[in-house]
């Protein structure tokens, strides 16, 4: 299981380099055909399907372009034998956003499972914390 762990923590912390980078390609690899993913912005169902994943990068890639960070604070990875779950936490926002909430972290959750011999995402969740009480 160690090394289930190490392959997959590798995993994640390349799709997060192919985030940052703009590389889609990168954030492609090792997803599921069927990844469910719930993220920030609608919409509110979520995705599903790689294609569907594909098309909510590119605005993605245009915010990020303008200097944003995207990098890994935090990852916790539990695999079983064709099953395993990871959590993270993020710095992703632009410098005027991190400086004025300089705690603000982005939450991520992954779901994997082994498809013939590797690790894929099958389930991706970003969320943020609700500040709207200024908190």
């Not at 920030?40 to 944003?68: L, M």
């Not at 990852?75 to 991190?98: H, I, K, N, P, S």
Request: overall charge negative; some cysteine; aromatic content about 10%.
């Amino acid at each position: 299981m160690v090394d289930d762990e190490k392959r997959i923590r590798t995993l994640i912390q390349q799709w997060a380099a192919a985030v940052h980078g703009g590389d889609m390609d990168g954030v492609l690899a090792d997803h599921s055909d069927d990844i469910v993913m719930f993220d920030v912005p609608p919409p509110y169902e979520g995705v599903r399907g790689i294609d569907a994943y594909r098309d909510t990068w590119p605005p993605f890639f245009e915010w990020q372009a303008q200097g944003a960070s995207f990098e890994i604070v935090s990852l916790d990875v539990t695999a079983g034998d064709d099953v395993a779950y990871a959590f993270a936490l993020l710095r992703c926002g632009t410098g005027q956003e991190l400086a004025e909430n300089p705690g603000n972290r982005l939450r991520l959750t992954l779901g994997l499972r082994k498809e013939q011999g590797r690790w894929v995402v099958a389930h991706e969740h970003h969320s943020f914390p609700d500040t709207s009480d200024g908190t």
